[in-house]
């Protein structure tokens, strides 16, 4: 299968942004088309159809030394040299204009966006082992090792590197607890960490330990990671974060220590990353987002090596929640971009349409309302497809009253609170009520929806459903929504009924706090 390089990956390494422009897709593949792509297909698909690089072009010292030092128009020169072809002919492997393409080569522009990157080195073909030169640039840059986190993108995604990011998000060593004070990553830094992701290659994996790992102990240490999942929708995270961690301490051990197959291996990573995802969150929705973090960056790492690209954007998915709750908005984007491209050729709409409102979110953020609504309106029309063959066991609540409580939610950071009532109020109609946490926060901005938009009556009754609902439910997380759901009542305190609301509110959070 060939392979193709990640958009969301480079989406904060080079200069312009994409985003601003209308958002167009390939009329076959549906991958996002480049602003200079007035074409119908992406490079790959116009490749397709127009005889490509032959890949002694590439093998050119000077090739491979313009393509390191990010030089693309000499890349372009060079390699259409090298391979006889014409800059017509680039144009149809690359679906980019003949006038950018002359352009480029004589140094009069500069690749501008990241689609537009992707559009020309998937065009051309760029060969899957000269891939890690497109880090050089960011590996020169990167801090020592001994000195920040950030340095963490820079290391090598071996099979012991993969342990040792999981034993510093569990807290291994007074060493690697040390590490984890420093601050989150995000900005060109995170996109430095989704890049290597995507284009390092997988290490095989060999077992040297003497604890004998079976099918069915694997089976059974999934099966623990599931049930934890399924606690956590109906209580919050509550005590699950540390036994989270100890349970993914103890794959850590058998990953360290473990014998088996090379098969088994990766098997055991896969459940690693799971865990060390859900881990992830439940450290985030007890409110500590810097162990959050931690956990997700060594989810990525063990996804990259049980080759599960599925594991793989569910890591960069909650890295997503990440960005658009507590850290910057435009890495929510990257990082639900990126997962979108690692799963292109999966049949999995539930997983597509799950990442599509992580990247609405970023853009709600943003106010970017015309991207909101492109990504809400694919995620709502995958989403009616149902559980597609390679949509993952972990996504069984991917449905439609997730898809309009995340349009809700977008409205009302886009300042609609008439538009985010209305979404609220459809979704309400099918959320599963056994899921009480996340039902509770949705109502909770449903009735901060309906405050805002003038109807304090409305508001108030959600309000109340809401405290209701949340006695045996523990999450930092809903706390904070509902704190925020009271603060937009206060605005309104001289009304009898949300006084009574406040006083009630204030007695349901103190007794909270002492839990």
């Known amino acids: 299968m060939e392979s193709r390089l990640s958009c969301g990956a480079l ?8 985003l601003r422009s209308a958002t167009r897709i390939c009329a076959q593949c549906a991958t996002e088309l480049s602003q200079y792509n007035s074409g119908d297909l992406c490079a790959a698909c116009a490749k397709a159809r127009t005889p490509g690089v032959p890949d002694r072009a590439w093998r050119q010292e000077a090739v491979q030394q313009a393509l390191a030092e990010w030089d693309f128009g000499e890349v372009l020169r060079l390699v259409r040299k090298r391979s006889g072809l014409s800059q017509m002919a680039v144009r149809e492997l690359t679906a980019l204009p003949q006038s950018f393409i002359s352009d480029l080569e004589h140094g009069r ?9 992707l559009d020309l080195l998937n065009g051309l073909g760029l060969p899957e082992d000269l891939q ?20 963490e993108a820079a290391l090598p995604w071996t099979a012991d590197r993969m342990v040792t990011s999981l034993e510093v998000a569990i807290g291994g060593t007074t060493a690697m607890k040390r590490r984890s004070l420093f601050t989150t990553l995000s900005g060109a830094t995170l996109t430095q960490y989704v890049l290597q992701s995507a284009v390092a290659p997988v290490e095989v994996l060999a077992s040297s ?12 240490l999934q099966g623990t990671t599931d049930a934890l999942r399924r606690a956590d929708a109906v209580g919050g995270s509550g005590a ?3 036994t989270a961690r100890n349970h993914l301490r103890m794959l850590v051990g058998l990953l360290k220590n473990g014998r088996c197959s090379e098969a088994l291996l990766r098997r055991l990573a896969a459940v690693a990353a799971d865990t060390a995802s859900q881990a992830g969150w439940y450290a985030f929705d007890s409110g500590n987002h810097d162990a959050a973090q931690l956990l997700f960056l060594g989810a990525l790492r063990a996804a990259h090596a ?15 929640i990440h960005g658009y709750s507590a850290g910057d908005p435009r890495d929510a984007i990257t990082a639900a971009r990126a997962a979108r491209q690692a799963i292109t050729g999966q ?14 979110r970023g853009h709600a953020k943003l106010r970017e ?26 996504l069984y609540w991917i449905n439609p009253g997730e898809i309009l409580g995340q349009t809700g939610s977008c409205y009302l950071d886009l300042g609609k609170p008439d538009r985010a009532a209305c979404a609220f109020a459809d979704a309400r109609e099918v959320l599963h009520r056994d899921e009480t946490r996340t039902t509770a926060q949705f109502l909770a901005r449903a009735a901060m929806a309906q405050m805002r938009a003038g109807d304090a009556d409305a508001g108030c009754v959600t309000a109340h459903e809401v405290l209701d609902m949340v006695d045996r439910v523990r999450s930092a997380r809903l706390d904070d929504h509902l704190r925020t759901m009271l603060d937009e009542a206060r605005l309104r305190r001289s009304y009898t009924p949300v006084r009574d609301l406040l006083d009630r509110g204030r007695s349901v959070l103190s007794e909270r706090v002492v839990a």
């Open 240 to 242: 699950l974060a540390e």
């Open 11 to 18: 989406e904060s390494s080079i200069q312009g942004d994409a």
């Open 347 to 360: 049949e999995a709409p539930a997983l597509h349409a799950m990442l599509l409102t992580r990247q609405a």
């Open 306 to 320: 049980s080759e599960d690209s599925r594991l793989r954007a569910g890591a960069l998915g909650f890295l997503a």
């Open 109 to 117: 522009k500069q690749v501008g966006s990241p689609v537009t990157l």
């Open 209 to 220: 330990g003497t604890t004998t790992v079976t099918d069915s102990l694997v089976d059974s």
């Open 369 to 394: 309302e015309h991207h909101v609504k492109a990504a809400l309106d694919e995620a709502q029309e995958l989403c009616g497809r149902g559980v597609g063959e390679d949509d993952p066991h972990w």
């Open 132 to 151: 890690y030169l497109l880090l050089t640039p960011l590996r020169r840059n990167a801090p020592n090792p001994g000195l920040s986190r950030a340095a």
